[in-house]
Structures are given as C-alpha cells and as structure tokens.
C-alpha cells in the first residue's frame, strides 16, 4: 500500500499530511498493529526498528526537499529536547540521514509541561496548548544552512491535530508564508478501515490486582521484525 496523504487546515491555508497507515486508540479496541507503535514509543525492539524502517522506505514518496529543516513535536512533560534521545529522535535522525534533511529538534521549546491533550475533548485541547510553542531564537541564529526554507514536523500519531496546529501557528509567527509538510507514522480513527479482516483471535486475560481481569500482553516474541513491516504497510489490523 502506497504513502497515505491528506491534508490540514489551519489560517485557510492547506499543508500535506502524510502516514504510514492508521492506528484505533484502545477505546477502539486493542489490536496487534497499534500496540506495536505504543512499544515504538518505548524505544522496544522489533517494533522500533519496524517503524523507522517502513518510514525510510514508504517515504521516498514524499515530495520534501533535500535541506528541509525536520523538527518533531514535544511530548506532554517535556519544554525541550533532552540530550536521552527518545524513538522520535532516532526517527528524525535517521530520516535526516537518508533523505538530507536538517534535524533541529532544538528549535521548537515549550513554556511549561501540560497534561496529556488525549483526555480533553477537541475545543480544550487547542486550549491546553494555546501559547505554550515557541521558536530559540538563539538557536535560530546559530543555524549554519540559515533560515528554514521548508519545514517537516514529525509526531507518532495524528488525534485530533492539535498539537500540530499549535506547532504550525508557532512557526508561521516566526517564518510566515514558509512551506511546511507533516508526517506522522499513523493517524487515529474509530473504526476499522475496511480491509481489515474481521476474525477475532483468542485473547488471554490475566488478574491484575485491584482491577480484575485484564487483557493480558501476549508472549514475546509475537511477530517478527519482516510480520511487523508488512502489518504497517498493509495497513492491517490483527486482532
């Protein structure tokens, strides 16, 4: 299955959105491929090198040009860039090392920690993140390739838009008028997508003190790392 593309509006302006393939929040229920990228997040194995590797290869179809300066969106509890790379990191770095691209995680810093955005509705969440992104100037000024000419913002999962609002606006404040593109590994829906196979699997379910019974996780390894591409580049969910 080809680059998914779509788009995002913000200022009546449109920027191209580009991922990998979907992904159900567990209130949607709890499959195989989504709880891969929550281990992506945890920098665990196969699944990290699963993901980056999908993104090295789909994303040759994405039209960014060599030099663009890559950033990626700031976690929750986080007001800068840490010197621990994190999976995002050693995403942004190997898709600056494959494509020619300028990772400046740096740039981008936020004012204060905030809570986690998925346990607001849509309208608090541009709310929880109104004013808090801003660009280092002074790491602006030490740029040695000069002002960004293209912008590439880079997240793990697209919900609701708007922690990547908030990040479009910061940059359009400083650099207006500057081209921009987005890429996550997956985008956030309710349902499955059509093609996925519809047979259930049986499920193992463990007790978990003070919460009853739990689904439990299956036994690693579950997948191999060649299972896991083909799963995010088919787009499949397996349950």
Same mark, same amino acid.
């Given at each position: 299955?080809?680059?998914? &593309? +779509?788009?995002?509006?913000?200022?009546? *302006?449109?920027? @191209?959105?580009?991922?990998?393939? %979907?992904?159900? /929040?567990?209130?949607?229920?709890?499959?195989?491929? !989504?709880?891969?990228? =929550?281990?992506?997040?945890?920098?665990? &194995?196969?699944?990290?090198?699963? $993901?980056?590797?999908?993104?090295?290869?789909?994303?040759?179809?994405?039209?960014?040009?060599?030099?663009? #300066?890559?950033?990626?969106?700031?976690?929750?509890?986080?007001?800068?860039?840490?010197?621990? @790379?994190?999976?995002?990191?050693?995403?942004?770095?190997?898709?600056?090392?494959?494509?020619?691209?300028?990772?400046?995680?740096?740039?981008?810093?936020?004012?204060?920690?905030?809570?986690?955005?998925?346990?607001?509705?849509?309208?608090?969440?541009? *709310?929880?993140?109104?004013?808090?992104?801003?660009?280092?100037?002074?790491? #602006?000024?030490?740029?040695?390739?000069? @002002?960004?000419?293209? $912008?590439?913002?880079?997240?793990?999962? =697209? #919900?609701?838009?708007?922690?990547?609002?908030?990040?479009?606006?910061?940059? %359009?404040?400083?650099?207006?008028?500057?081209?921009?593109?987005?890429?996550?590994?997956?985008?956030?829906?309710? +349902?499955? @997508?059509?093609?996925? /196979? !519809? !047979?259930?699997?049986?499920?193992?379910? &463990?007790?978990?003190?003070?919460?009853? $019974?739990?689904?439990? *996780?299956? /036994?690693?390894?579950?997948? !191999?790392? /060649?299972?896991?591409?083909?799963?995010?580049?088919?787009?499949?969910?397996?349950?």
């Amino acid at each position: 299955m080809p680059l998914h &593309q +779509t788009y995002l509006s913000y200022n009546n *302006e449109t920027y @191209p959105h580009y991922y990998l393939c %979907h992904y159900l /929040p567990r209130s949607a229920g709890r499959d195989t491929l !989504s709880h891969s990228l =929550l281990k992506f997040k945890r920098c665990r &194995q196969p699944d990290l090198e699963g $993901w980056i590797d999908c993104a090295l290869e789909m994303l040759t179809a994405m039209p960014v040009p060599p030099g663009a #300066t890559l950033i990626r969106a700031l976690h929750h509890n986080e007001t800068t860039i840490s010197d621990t @790379p994190g999976a995002l990191d050693l995403l942004g770095r190997r898709l600056a090392a494959r494509f020619y691209y300028q990772y400046h995680p740096r740039l981008l810093q936020k004012a204060r920690p905030h809570r986690p955005v998925k346990i607001f509705g849509k309208p608090r969440r541009k *709310e929880e993140l109104q004013g808090l992104y801003s660009i280092d100037p002074v790491y #602006t000024a030490t740029l040695p390739e000069g @002002p960004p000419k293209h $912008w590439l913002i880079i997240d793990d999962i =697209l #919900t609701s838009g708007a922690t990547i609002h908030a990040i479009i606006r910061t940059i %359009h404040q400083s650099y207006p008028g500057t081209p921009l593109t987005v890429f996550t590994l997956t985008k956030a829906g309710t +349902t499955i @997508p059509p093609h996925t /196979p !519809s !047979s259930i699997k049986g499920l193992h379910y &463990q007790f978990e003190q003070g919460a009853d $019974w739990v689904l439990a *996780e299956p /036994p690693q390894p579950y997948y !191999s790392l /060649p299972q896991l591409k083909t799963m995010i580049q088919s787009d499949i969910f397996n349950f």
